[in-house]
């Protein structure tokens, strides 16, 4: 690998930062030993890559000190063992977040405490005291507001202190930290809203958090939303083994979330001091921001209030590389999830979201019969699959389905043989119509070479064929009053990969509109594991799943088994562009950004999950010169020439979050764009 490559596999390139959470091995009044033990895990999470560690709540002198905290010796020891804290952070480069009790202005705060640089940065105190059930707060502490004091004098400086504070990275500007502590997040309206919108993109809780049964899974629901709401990194710390068991119990969980997902959780019950880390995305959640409106509402109804927040700046030394590359995990195929029973769940929620929008364009259009296209590949199988459980939703015979399949000049046994085997399965009405005596008519009309036997395979004997099929199903339509379902999937859509006008691009609804081809896949092979159109055509589904992608449209090698256009030869691997697409589409980061996602994903085969039902895919690797290859094929198809497509594209429902291509929904852009700004991003992607 050369320098140029490791330079750029360095996550900080591409708007991430590494956090940790520690959970430190603490004693009960003890601020030498606590001390201790958080500069060795601070100094840990450094050297491993981490620009910012959190640590648990009042963690200097243990949570569970009750009225030892109006002990002056303790408070004293406590100041101390914050000092070391802070002179360590001198040499360490990242910022810490400690908890300890302090005392400003003649009353005690539990107060989280920010330090990097050999500095103590600010003292946020806590906001909400618990004092109910096994908690006594407000015996010893007083809340934030009760502060009058801004700030306070520390060894001869005055450091900021109050609620309202923000810190801010100068070396990575989108960080921008904020933190709370404990009960704040558990109130209805904890103070980091206020501060998300203000403009941190990490939020940091120091939490003690005593364990019962169930706290843990609500934890993480609390956790999840409240990350997901403010569109922001949550890092959410507790305390573990040391704290006294007197009446409680303590598990020390620690978890890290971004934007409602869950990155990394520290294993609990652990009789040692450990760390858990995590590389943040703090690009997506600024691009999620700027994405969604409604947050840029919230801060202009807050706006005076926000106003009022103070920030102050800090700086880190951010790692030149950083161990174990990546630290998140990045799915190869985003649309598909690796886990089984998550990929079941979103097969079914797909497949009925297909089915009932069918179902509502039948209904409102009283129309009782459907047309369909079926080749014996994938996408007019789904489609088929689609319709079929429509009728049954709608009590109508499947015999109401009319499915065609039409060969032409390069139609193969296989193919063909598979397609009539799955309209027997699935009971519609099946017909055969040899569209090459039209094709041949049209092309003789065009004057085109062919007509006159000659061996031109070019666009317009392409085109001829698709656009037969479909001016034979229109008019179908109207023969049978009946609509024409079509087939065409997403990554089509995005690569431009269909007949515009009076060809695949066209139809009166079309079901797989959102769907992407490597969920298509999926989809097919759930519906064969689920048997729902009996074994006979479970079994056709998997043959058709072994059937390589082609348009069949120029002749194959007589006696060949599988087509000899082979669709990916052209646009590249479905698996990496439906890659491509959801990163370019769902969040749109730059190609540099997508180049380096793939590689961590794709670039070696061991490493991650592979959707766990897949003994048919051929796992397969791309290095970063492949990738930034086909992510060009990607960016100049999906930019450049393709867009005119999509800008007139029949009804369809949108199914996930990743997006849809419609005109009406995710995606609006001029038919008439460049490309130029993609393709020289793409150039800074080292390889060939």
């Known amino acids: 690998m050369t320098d140029d490559q490791r330079q750029f596999l360095n996550p900080y390139r591409h708007g991430f930062a590494r956090v940790a959470v520690a959970v430190p091995r603490n004693r009960v009044a003890d601020p030498v030993f606590n001390a201790a033990e958080a500069i060795k895990l601070y100094r840990e999470a450094a050297l491993n890559g981490a620009v910012v560690v959190a640590f648990p709540e009042l963690g200097l002198s243990a949570y569970t000190c009750d009225d030892l905290f109006h002990q002056a010796a303790l408070l004293d020891a406590c100041e101390l063992a914050l000092q070391q804290v802070v002179e360590a952070s001198a040499s360490i480069g990242a910022v810490a977040i400690v908890g300890l009790p302090l005392r400003v202005d003649h009353r005690l705060f539990n107060c989280a405490a920010v330090v990097a640089g050999g500095k103590l940065l600010g003292v946020l105190p806590k906001t909400y005291l618990p004092n109910y059930g096994e908690f006594y707060e407000g015996r010893q502490f007083n809340a934030a507001d009760a502060a009058l004091a801004t700030d306070f004098d520390w060894h001869g400086e005055r450091i900021p202190f109050g609620a309202d504070l923000l810190f801010q990275c100068r070396q990575i500007p ?26 941190a993109t990490v939020l940091v809780n120091l939490s003690a958090s005593n364990i019962t049964i169930g706290k843990s899974a609500y934890r993480h629901q609390l956790v999840s939303l409240h990350s997901a709401r403010c569109l922001a990194a949550y890092l959410y710390s507790s305390a573990g083994i040391g704290e006294s068991t007197t009446d409680l119990a303590w598990d020390g969980q620690g978890l890290i979330y971004e934007s409602g997902e869950m990155l990394a959780e520290s294993e609990r019950f652990s009789n040692s001091s450990h760390i858990v880390a995590a590389d943040v995305d703090l690009e997506r959640v600024s691009r999620e921001r700027m994405r969604q409106n409604s947050f840029g509402v919230s801060v202009q109804k807050h706006k005076a209030q926000l106003a009022t927040w103070r920030t102050v700046q800090f700086d880190v030394t ?321 930019f450049k020439t393709s867009q005119f497509k999509r800008s007139c594209v029949p009804n369809g429902p949108k199914v996930g979050s990743g997006g849809s291509l419609s005109p009406r929904g995710d995606w609006r852009a001029p038919s008439d764009s460049e490309a130029e700004v993609w393709l020289a991003e793409l150039k800074r992607v080292p390889g060939e």
Request: some cysteine.
């Open 174 to 199: 989108l960080l921008k930290l904020h933190v709370e502590i404990c009960e704040d997040v558990w109130v209805p309206i904890p103070p980091s809203s206020y501060a998300a919108l203000a403009g």
């Open 318 to 638: 951010v790692p030149a590389q950083v161990p174990q590359g990546l630290l998140r995990k990045v799915e190869r195929f985003p649309y598909v999830p690796a886990n089984a029973r998550t990929r079941d769940e979103r097969c079914h929620e797909v497949f009925n979201i297909q089915v009932q929008s069918l179902v509502q364009r039948m209904e409102a259009t009283g129309i009782k019969k459907l047309v369909i296209g079926v080749s014996g590949g994938l996408d007019s199988t789904h489609a088929l699959m689609v319709c079929a459980q429509a009728m049954d939703r709608l009590k109508l015979p499947r015999a109401n389905i009319l499915a065609y399949t039409m060969p032409g000049f390069a139609t193969s046994e296989r193919t063909l043989s598979q397609a009539h085997k799955l309209m027997a399965a699935t009971g519609c009405t099946a017909q055969e119509i040899d569209i090459r005596p039209s094709c041949l008519q049209m092309l003789k009309d065009l004057q085109h070479p062919h007509s006159d036997d000659a061996p031109k395979y070019d666009i317009t004997f392409e085109n001829v064929q698709a656009g037969e099929r479909t001016s034979h199903l229109f008019r179908l339509a109207n023969l049978h009053n009946g609509i024409v379902v079509g087939t065409g999937d997403l990554s089509e859509l995005a690569l431009g990969w269909c007949t515009y006008g009076v060809g695949d691009h066209m139809s009166h609804y079309n079901v797989n509109a959102s769907v992407p081809k490597t969920l298509i896949k999926h989809l097919v092979r759930w519906v064969a594991d689920t048997g729902q159109i009996g074994s006979d055509g479970s079994d056709v589904l998997r043959a058709i799943l072994d059937t390589e992608v082609s348009p069949e449209l120029i002749p194959s090698t007589p006696g060949a088994d599988q087509p000899s256009q082979k669709t990916e030869d052209t646009i590249g691997p479905y698996e990496l562009q439906d890659f491509h697409l959801y990163y370019t589409l769902r969040y749109g980061f730059r190609p540099t950004k997508v180049a380096f996602l793939a590689y961590t994903a794709w670039h070696d085969r061991t490493l991650g999950a592979w959707p766990d039902d897949s003994h048919e895919l051929v796992r397969n690797e791309y290095g970063l010169g492949d990738i930034k290859r086909h992510l060009g094929t990607f960016l100049w198809r999906f």
